[in-house]
């Protein structure tokens, strides 16, 4: 994570890069977004500005996108994304305690971030693992017939 003005200047000029080799740049609003918050990590009113600019377009545009779809977030994340699946065959198998569990030894809610800045709990509808259910996912790696007693063991494994 970079905060000095020299890297955030990388970050623009990233994006900038990327928003002028679009052919139809309003019409690719979306994945300009999803190149932004690559880049950036989330979508900060700053962000979300520039990008409005670049395009001309106004900013409540961006705005309405960017909280229309749940995949964009407005916050920082954590550097380890948890995600419980809650989808049907997960929920019916145990995600919601699994779920309050993560909350409970994090000492956060879903969709807050620990104060160290490491973990993010997070929720998904369903990842198309049913089989696997309940599914807790961490950056994207799936953890399949996932258990309460397997949290402190993940948690350990993502804290080294």
Do not use: W
Request: proline content about 2%; overall charge neutral.
């Amino acid at each position: 994570m970079c905060c000095s003005n020299e890297c955030i200047e990388k970050k623009y000029k990233e994006l900038e890069e990327f928003i002028n080799a679009q052919v139809n740049k309003e019409s690719e609003l979306i994945a300009i977004l999803h190149r932004a918050q690559e880049i950036f990590g989330y979508l900060p009113k700053e962000v979300q500005v520039f990008v409005a600019k670049k395009l001309n377009i106004p900013f409540s545009k961006v705005y309405g996108v960017v909280t229309f779809y749940s995949y964009f977030s407005t916050t920082a994340k954590g550097k380890y994304i948890i995600n419980v699946c809650t989808g049907t065959a997960c929920f019916v198998r145990g995600a919601g305690d699994i779920l309050e569990e993560f909350e409970k030894k994090l000492g956060i809610k879903e969709g807050q971030t620990t104060h160290d800045g490491k973990f993010t709990i997070d929720t998904l509808r369903c990842v198309g693992a049913c089989g696997l259910a309940p599914v807790v996912l961490v950056n994207g790696k799936v953890y399949g017939h996932f258990t309460k007693n397997e949290i402190d063991k993940l948690i350990k494994e993502y804290s080294e």
